[in-house]
């Protein structure tokens, strides 16, 4: 594949080999191993001398195709495919923290992710801390000689605040340390964390990836060196992401870009429109003028991304009554989906915070996140409406 060809043509026209039977579409490889030609070739294989297929658990033909795919959208030298987001994340730190290892994070981050630095990595003498995502010239000050990973979500979930990438990579380089960044709620196609300084990029492909709320899964990219232990780590410990659902996630990067760039357009005319609603007290979009941060987001992101976030006037109880009054939107915890989707963190996603972890991210009482989809944006604007009414 020629790599001067755009986003859109790559993201199609990245394809595995065909077979004897010339299809059009790769076939799915339904297959848990592989089979050897001969004895010497079995050794090679199993030494690492022969780069091939073994056994699905560390690659098949449709994991590696959509791996390439987002290598090639990210700017990343290599990756690994994992059964999850979550799975990625997990993965993909554990695989690089050693005992007495220090993370220094975002406090505005996914609840799950949260919980694995509060809850999972102490098991293993793995410690963090949280910096403000306001205050990036405070990170320096909490940088001891035990970190080693700097972690950080832009967009993040669920406040939609913007995080300046290229200042997060300055500090990175600076002091020795790797950048993963959690890419997901904006996609490859509206931001490549890796031309910011960036060393790995994380994708939930559930969210737009996926972008129709079929499958679960994880990606991780970045220096090839890097991935190398990330991959050694989830060959032995067993994340990989089914050949079926990399399949599908390849077939559907076909769309990613005409799917965002819809997304994108009906997220910021929601936006606007709640900006004058009088039922709101404020609207955090990537894209709205208002919006802190609006200056770095149009510097780092092609456009706003799908999420919306607004706090209903009346707090907890407002916020309920919204909810019992949507019509078409589904309640839901996903988000990317080619349907939209209102969610209460307070009482969902992030519902195990206490009221001031919820606060630290951005999460009051209020607060709704909308993942807005492609249905017609006069559809989605009149149920929100009414619900708001």
């Not at 959690?182 to 939930?204: E, M, R, T, W």
């Not at 079929?214 to 989830?234: M, P, W």
């Not at 003028?289 to 009346?314: L, T």
Request: aromatic letters at 8%; proline letters at 3%; hydrophobic letters at 40%.
């Amino acid at each position: 594949m020629h790599m001067e060809n755009k986003f859109e043509t790559n993201a199609i026209r990245t394809q595995l080999e065909r077979t004897k039977n010339l299809e059009h579409s790769v076939p799915m490889y339904m297959t848990s191993s592989f089979v050897f030609e001969d004895a010497e070739d079995m050794r090679a294989s199993f030494a690492e001398e022969k780069e091939r297929n073994v056994y699905s658990r560390y690659s098949n033909p449709n994991t590696s195709e959509f791996i390439e795919k987002v290598c090639q959208m990210e700017g990343a030298e290599n990756g690994f495919a994992f059964a999850s987001g979550m799975a990625a994340v997990f993965s993909t730190l554990a695989a690089l923290l050693d005992s007495g290892d220090h993370v220094l994070s975002a406090r505005s981050i996914f609840g799950s992710t949260h919980s694995l630095f509060t809850n999972f990595f102490p098991k293993w003498n793995i410690d963090h801390s949280y910096f403000k995502i306001d205050d990036l010239d405070g990170i320096e000050a909490l940088i001891t000689p035990k970190t080693k990973i700097i972690y950080a979500e832009s967009p993040t979930n669920p406040g939609v605040d913007i995080l300046d990438l290229e200042a997060l990579g300055k500090i990175a380089k600076k002091h020795n340390l790797i950048l993963v960044i959690d890419n997901c709620f904006a996609s490859p196609y509206l931001q490549q964390p890796i031309k910011f300084g960036a060393d790995l990029v994380i994708h939930s492909g559930t969210k737009l990836m996926d972008g129709q709320g079929r499958v679960l899964a994880g990606v991780t990219v970045g220096k090839k060196e890097l991935i190398d232990k990330v991959y050694r780590f989830s060959r032995i410990t067993g994340p990989a992401l089914s050949p079926f659902n990399a399949w599908v996630l390849s077939k559907s990067l076909e769309t990613l870009a005409v799917r965002v760039d819809r997304h994108c357009e009906n997220a910021l005319k929601l936006a606007e429109f709640l900006e004058g609603n009088e039922k709101v007290n404020w609207v955090k979009y990537p894209f709205l003028k208002s919006h802190p941060k609006y200056e770095i987001a149009k510097k780092q992101m092609k456009a706003g991304g799908c999420v919306v976030a607004f706090e209903v006037k009346g707090g907890l109880e407002a916020g309920q009554k919204f909810f019992d009054s949507i019509k078409m939107l589904s309640l839901s915890a996903n988000l990317g989906d080619a349907r939209s989707i209102v969610t209460h963190p307070a009482s969902t996603t992030h519902s195990k915070l206490s009221v001031e972890e919820r606060a630290e991210t951005g999460v009051t009482d209020g607060m709704v996140r909308v993942s807005v989809g492609l249905e017609h944006i006069d559809d989605i604007i009149a149920d929100i409406s009414q619900a708001l009414a």
